[in-house]
Structures are given as C-alpha cells and as structure tokens.
C-alpha cells in the first residue's frame, strides 16, 4: 500500500471512531419550518434554498464544502425578524452541479442573479468564509439592492489548493485533492476530520451535520465541482480588488481562532474603510456552528445600529 493511501485509510478509521462518541450540540438540522425551493437562473443552473420568516430579506451564504443547514443555530433566530433565504451555493448541497469553472466570479454572478429573479430589495446579506467573501463582492454589483452586509471571516487567503483551509490543523487532507483531483475519495471521517480543523472546540461539530453534508457529497458531478473550487482559490483573494467599490454599511466580524492572520484582517479593514472590525472570542472559523449565540447577536445588533445611523439628522 502506498503512503498516501495508507494514511487516508488510517485517518479514515480514526476519525469515524471519534465522529460516532460525540454528540449533537447544536439544533437538529431540520427543527425550524422552512419552505424549500429551487430558484433556476439565465444560465439554467439552479440554486436550492430555504425560506422562512417575514420581513426584510436577509440571505445567508454558508462556507466552503458546506450546505443551507450549516446556519441551523443561526436561521430559526433570525427569521424572527426577517425573511431569511438560507442558500446552497453553487456547486454545494443540493444547487446544481455544472461544467463550469467554480470561481468567485462564477459564484458572485450566480447569487446576484438569485436576488435580481426574485427581485428583492433593501437586502442584508450575511456570510461566512466563502460566503463572507460573496456578500462584499455580490454588494458591488447591484448596490442598489443591499441594504447591509455582515462578512464573517471571509475566505481571502490562502498559499496553495483549497486557500486558507489548509492552514487548519486537518487541511493537509485536502492535498489529496493534488494528487487525485476529482476522483479525490472523500469519506465521512475525513470529512469530520477537516471540519473539525475549523473549530476552537471541535466537540461542538454535530454528528447530524456531517452526516447531512457527506451525502451531499455522494451526489453525481459534486466531486467535480468540489475539486473545481478548490482550484479556484486564488479567484477568492483576487476578490479583495473589489471591495474598495463597497458603498453602504459594512460589518467585519472575525473569529479569534480564525485562519486569517492578523495583518490579513487588518488589510481587509483599511480596503473597506472601517474603523475597525470585530472579534468573536473562543471560537474557530465555522462561527455559525460553533457560536451561534453570537452570529445572531452581531447581525442584530448591527442591524440596529445601521438603522439609528440612517435615520439620525
């Protein structure tokens, strides 16, 4: 047996061990009442995604390698006081799978589009990670349409294949992804091995979750489209070209153990023309499933202070 081969089997069989003994402590993916949907774009790709609430819109826009359900901790809270669309991005969950080439611009046209067919308006968009890049770059294309946007710890970074992820402490597992491409075997413990990699307190990744996006992943053509945005990473740092073009109110939030190194958010702060950004403490870079408590209090409390500004004389 190959090196390579040996320790993915060997990490395999660790990793599902260790998935199995921890428990749920995060809400059961499907306890609040969505209203599914598919929205189908010019191009004739689909975007899936999960409606709930009333009021303003909100969309949420979830990481890498994620689905909608990645902000079950997040959603039920929020759709108290908006309509949230949860998304499955493109080339994630249960959005299409298309031959195309995954890259930020592919992405950021896709979800524009989403919100131009549905014609909403005076939009709060709120992402994390991949998403947290989608909802500064998707602003400066239809300005007129957002009203606020909420970036959390926006995926900018990164030295080789798949970006900043690989920084974690299980990010090498995705060099496979050099190696096999997209015939990269992906198992549920590997899986839960590179998510735990993104956490502060990994006991806090739900078994319910990795379980859900892993078939996801079992779906035909993800594996092409996942190794397609894992080669696009570099697309995600040539994004920061645009954020000086960002008009209207911006929130910056980081994770103290986020990936992203200090003069990264520093920079990132200066192109945005922010006073400064602020810090979720003790919790790695899947904030919305470590820490949801907190993404739902920054979104509102940002919200309120957006809104006093805007209305003051």
């Known amino acids: 047996m190959r090196p390579a081969a040996f320790l993915y089997a060997l990490l395999f069989a660790t990793s599902v ?42 969309i949420l826009m979830h990481t890498l390698r994620t689905q909608a359900e990645y902000f079950a901790g997040v959603a039920p809270r929020l759709a108290n006081y908006y309509t949230v669309y949860a998304l499955d991005l ?15 611009p592919y992405l950021r046209a896709e979800v524009r589009d989403f919100i131009e ?17 989608l909802a500064l770059t998707v602003a400066t294309e239809i300005p007129g349409r957002i009203a606020r946007i909420v970036s959390i710890n926006p995926y900018d970074y990164g030295e080789k294949l798949a970006g900043g992820i690989r920084r974690s402490r299980n990010g090498w597992i995705l060099g496979l992804f050099t190696l096999f491409r997209s015939h990269t075997i992906e198992t549920q413990g590997a899986l839960a091995a590179v998510l735990r990699g993104g956490f502060h307190d990994p006991t806090r990744l739900s078994p319910d979750f990795v379980r859900l996006v892993h078939q996801s992943g079992r779906r035909a053509g993800f594996r092409r489209a996942e190794y397609s945005l894992y080669k696009s990473w570099y697309s995600w740092i040539e994004a920061r070209d645009l954020y000086w073009k960002i008009v209207g109110p911006v929130e910056l939030l980081y994770t103290s153990f986020d990936w992203s190194r200090p003069e990264e958010r520093e920079d990132n702060r200066r192109l945005l023309r922010l006073e400064a950004f602020f810090t979720i403490e003790n919790t790695g870079h899947f904030a919305s499933l470590e820490n949801p408590e907190a993404v739902v209090r920054a979104v509102l409390n940002f919200d309120s202070a957006a809104a006093r500004r805007s209305s003051a004389p």
């Open 17 to 58: 061990c260790a998935t199995e003994e921890r428990s749920s402590n995060v809400p059961a993916i499907h306890s609040h009442a969505w209203s599914p949907g598919e929205q189908r774009l010019g191009n004739g790709s689909t975007i899936y995604y999960q409606r709930s609430g009333s009021g303003r819109p909100l």
């Open 90 to 104: 493109p080339g994630h969950g249960r959005s299409s799978f298309d031959r195309v080439n995954y890259d930020e």
């Open 117 to 133: 067919l549905n014609d909403l308006r005076d939009v709060t968009l709120v992402g994390e990670s991949l998403g947290g890049v």
